[in-house]
């Protein structure tokens, strides 16, 4: 069965800096992975995927992600972090293991950039 | 375009009341999820629609659950016999189909079980 970890409840950053939010996975097959943000009371907004190829994904707001597979991580980063940033994360893997399509997410990590 | 939209933004019933929480997807898209998200918790699978017919329900809970989508666009989820615990938001995506596309999500049906 898919699984992903998020180690991290909470990310501090202060504006300017670097950001890494991590993400682990388990699955059997080839990892189709995506990263999605959520702002309070708003559903979850689409940031990156990876599905094949390049392992350095760039995706929406300045964020990209590293696939790495003998490590089975897709950590999400972005070199300089904005208090606008701020918000909860998720990591979400599909395996396609029975052949559907839903998604298994992470618990989520919650990033903070302070001003 | 128009994104996933989902009514009501909030339901409170009682213990025991009957809901439904409804669903328009993005135009066009084939593949519709249902997804509930308990506070502190990543969104968990409920039931996934390809079409009209629903592909995979192994994510619902128990029977008092239950989601139609006739018309292979708009989908209800039902809950009867809603119970505190039924308690969270129940969030809606849709796709083209394929599992490397993209899920969209709504902002989410928050459901509250007094």
């Known amino acids: 069965a898919q699984s992903v970890a998020q180690p991290e409840d909470q990310v501090n950053v202060a504006e300017g800096n670097p950001l890494t939010v991590k993400c682990t996975y388990s699955?059997?097959?080839?990892?189709?992975l995506f990263w999605y943000v959520q702002y309070p009371n708003r559903g979850l907004q689409f940031l990156l995927k990876?599905?094949?190829?390049?392992?350095l994904v760039k995706g929406s707001y300045g964020f990209e992600a590293e696939f790495n597979k003998s490590q089975t991580s897709f950590h999400l980063k972005k070199p300089s972090a904005l208090v606008s940033d701020s918000a909860l994360y998720f990591c979400?893997?599909?395996?396609?293991?029975?052949?559907?399509?839903?998604?298994?997410f992470g618990k989520g990590t919650r990033l903070s950039v302070i001003a | 375009g128009a994104g996933v939209s989902q009514t009501p933004s909030n339901k409170v019933t009682e213990k025991g009341k009957y809901v439904e929480l409804r669903c328009d997807p993005i135009?066009?898209?084939?593949?519709l999820y249902w997804y509930r998200q308990s506070l502190g918790q990543g969104p968990e699978f409920l039931i996934y629609?390809?079409?009209?017919?629903?592909a995979d329900d192994s994510g619902l809970p128990n029977d008092r659950f239950f989601a139609v989508r006739p018309e292979g666009s708009v989908s209800t989820l039902k809950i009867q016999r809603t119970e505190r615990g039924d308690s969270a938001v129940y969030l809606c995506?849709?796709?083209w189909g394929q599992g490397t596309d993209t899920q969209y999500f709504g902002p989410g049906t928050r459901l509250t079980v007094l």
């Open positions: 990876y599905i094949t190829g390049d392992n």
């Open positions: 629609f390809q079409g009209t017919g629903a």
């Open positions: 979400a893997v599909s395996g396609l293991t029975s052949g559907n399509t839903p998604l298994v």
């Open positions: 135009s066009g898209h084939t593949a």
């Open positions: 995506a849709s796709s």
């Open positions: 699955v059997s097959g080839n990892p189709y």
